[in-house]
């Protein structure tokens, strides 16, 4: 564990700058253009294929995911980047590796990828360390992505961070009753839904069109657009 030698450009957007801030892993992903993907711990089935989806496709053309380490859409995010892809923000001491169900992929970003954290080793997250560590999820991102969310949900302080910063808000469409949150942010016209998942990566990493001659199975039967359940039938190890 070290701490950041420079100012890192995209969280001068924070209310505060950082006083310190400690990572283990890759910095050079800082450098790349990157997207933070946020969400329910409680995701629904369309809503986990699509985060999967969307986070596989941004970092297989270059982009880096941020997210906050969380179970749920969190993990999701990150798993879908791959762990040299992605960027973990945590609430604690990077030795914690909190929550303990993700203690693995966590090891495993820390390997290949960047943890980065406010906080001294041995701190336990708390409810205020959740909010700072939201706070630095949203500035790293050059757009924020919210794949689910009920209104009075955490996920809604990053939403009121991301709008305060003036940062472009994206989510998933979804039916009536269902993710309150996203829908009343589309309502009222503070985020923009993403109906392609192939149409949003190339505009947003301004790419003329996306490969189509992937020899990876997985990801060919993902473009199909199947349901989740038909996805984990055929790849249980590889659908979350």
């Given at each position: 564990?070290?701490?950041?030698?420079?100012?890192?450009?995209?969280?001068?957007?924070?209310?505060?700058?950082?006083?310190?801030?400690?990572?283990?892993?890759?910095l050079e992903l800082l450098k790349k253009t990157?997207?933070?993907?946020?969400?329910?711990?409680?995701?629904?089935?369309?809503?986990?294929?699509?985060?999967?989806?969307?986070?596989?496709?941004?970092?297989?053309?270059?982009?880096?995911?941020?997210?906050?380490?969380?179970?749920?859409?969190?993990?999701?995010?990150?798993?879908?980047a791959g762990e040299a892809n992605t960027i973990a923000v945590l609430p604690c001491g990077i030795d914690i590796k909190y929550p303990a169900i993700n203690k693995n992929l966590?090891?495993?970003?820390?390997?290949?990828?960047?943890?980065?954290s406010q906080f001294d080793m041995g701190f336990r997250a708390t409810p205020w360390s959740f909010v700072v560590r939201n706070e630095v999820v949203v500035a790293l991102g050059?757009?924020?992505?919210?794949?689910e969310a009920e209104l009075g949900s955490g996920s809604?302080?990053?939403?009121?961070?991301?709008?305060?910063?003036?940062?472009?808000?994206?989510?998933?469409?979804h039916r009536i009753g269902e993710s309150e949150a996203t829908n009343e942010l589309l309502k009222t016209g503070k985020a923009k839904a993403i109906y392609d998942i192939d149409e949003f990566v190339a505009e947003f990493l301004h790419v003329e069109s996306l490969e189509t001659g992937c020899s990876d199975d997985f990801v060919k039967f993902c473009q199909t657009n199947p349901t989740y359940d038909e996805a984990l039938k055929l790849y249980p190890q590889r659908v979350f």
């Open positions: 564990m070290e701490v950041v030698g420079e100012k890192i450009a995209q969280l001068k957007a924070m209310k505060n700058y950082p006083k310190q801030l400690f990572y283990s892993g890759n990157k997207i933070s993907i946020i969400g329910s711990r409680k995701p629904s089935k369309y809503s986990r294929m699509l985060a999967h989806q969307l986070s596989s496709s941004l970092a297989k053309h270059g982009a880096c995911i941020v997210s906050g380490g969380a179970m749920g859409i969190d993990a999701i995010a990150h798993k879908g966590l090891g495993d970003i820390e390997k290949d990828g960047l943890l980065l050059d757009v924020l992505v919210v794949a809604m302080r990053s939403i009121e961070i991301a709008l305060k910063m003036n940062k472009d808000i994206y989510v998933f469409a």
